[in-house]
């Protein structure tokens, strides 16, 4: 057994790592080598302070990328321990990856891999067909498989029910300024390796929509054409609201996502209704559980769409200096 990370085997799991979601695609991470052990830490230079003040956003989607640096190492035969938050005196580092016994990679974990590269959030509006009892069953295991929680929202009145909070939150962040001027400022009318491109952001949101768009630039839309009536919404949650909590979900999320991607679906997240915390608690009242909401999604069959850029693999590599 390694009892060391290469350098070559940090790049090319980071390859995998930095296809995550991440808020307005804002990827606010880093990874490096330390002591033999690769570290996922938060990029403080890529936080959105009005959006996401609290850092919750941020750690979810290092959680993601966690999920897909874990993915490449054990397909690559070199999986990981992984320790979350390892230092408690180092705050924005959120999880040491250290050699664990060398073994074939499960079938599992080859078609979640498999499934890195084509998973986009797909903003679109989806076909009415419902997505399957099977299908349905494997992302409520997928989120379970990493300590999360699946909640899905069924039946018309509670998809009601939902979408009231969720426009609610929408309309409470859209009169701040500073939130509107992030998301503006993270919109791309021409090619970038990071925020959200304009042909990523799905038609412009009408008000009849019952679910809450984000101002991406979308076009405006023919008219009728609307999103599917009855969407199947599905919430994410662990048990605790910690900040190790936090990077929990977003492994959880990003095998859901996968999973997802897998079984042929499409999705989308809408985090407005986490973003606001009157509303993340109605959520949560709305489900009747314990624990806390960490990200809404949207999830049915889909058209086909492309995914967004990243930045470059070594701009987000801090790596050992070479000695002269
Ligand atoms: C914490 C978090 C919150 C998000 N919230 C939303 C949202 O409210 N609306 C939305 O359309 N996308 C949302 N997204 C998706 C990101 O915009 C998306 O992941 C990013 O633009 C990269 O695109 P991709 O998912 O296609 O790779 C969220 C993603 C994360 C990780």
Redo the contacts with the bound molecule.
């Keep these: 057994m390694g009892t060391h990370f290469t350098v070559g085997q940090l790049t090319a799991a980071a390859a995998a790592a930095v ?8 990827q606010p991470w880093r990874f490096r080598l330390r002591d033999g052990g690769i570290e996922v830490s938060l990029d403080r230079e890529r936080l959105l302070p009005a959006t ?1 003040p609290s850092g ?3 750690r ?2 290092c959680g ?1 990328a966690l999920f897909n640096l874990r993915l490449a190492l054990a397909v690559a035969g070199t999986p990981a321990k992984v320790r979350l938050r390892p230092y408690p005196a180092e705050t924005d580092v959120l999880a040491r990856l250290t050699p664990d016994l060398p073994r074939r990679p499960t079938p599992a974990e080859q078609t979640l891999y498999a499934a890195v590269p084509r ?5 679109a509006p989806f076909w009415p067909d419902p997505v399957p009892a099977e299908a349905r069953w494997r992302i409520g295991e997928a989120a379970r498989a990493e300590q999360g929680w699946l909640e899905l929202v069924i039946g018309v009145s509670a998809v009601n029910a939902f979408a009231e909070i969720a426009r609610s939150a929408h309309r409470v962040l859209e009169r701040d300024a500073g939130y509107r001027a992030e998301l503006a400022a ?1 919109v791309r009318a021409a090619p970038a390796p990071d ?2 491109p304009a042909a ?3 038609p412009r949101g009408e008000p009849q929509d019952l679910l809450p ?2 101002a ?1 630039g979308g076009r405006d839309r023919a008219p009728g054409r609307d999103f599917e009536p009855e969407p199947l919404v599905a919430v994410l949650g662990t048990a605790g609201n910690t900040t190790t909590d936090q990077v929990v979900a ?1 492994q959880a ?1 990003q095998r859901v ?1 996968l999973t997802a991607t897998d079984a042929g679906l499409a999705a ?5 209704p ?2 606001v915390p009157g509303a993340r608690e109605a959520l949560r009242l709305s489900l009747g559980r314990f624990g806390t909401p960490q ?2 999604l949207r999830i049915g069959y889909g058209q086909p ?1 492309l ?2 850029p ?1 930045r470059r693999v070594d701009e987000v590599l801090d790596l050992p200096v070479a000695r002269p």
Aim: charged share 15%.
């Design positions: 296809r995550a979601p991440s808020l307005h695609n804002s996401d919750w956003g941020a979810i989607a993601a998973r986009f959030s797909n903003r993270w925020g959200v990523a952001s799905g768009a984000r991406f977003g999320l996502l989308s997240m809408l985090s407005q986490i973003e990200m809404v769409g995914p967004t990243r």
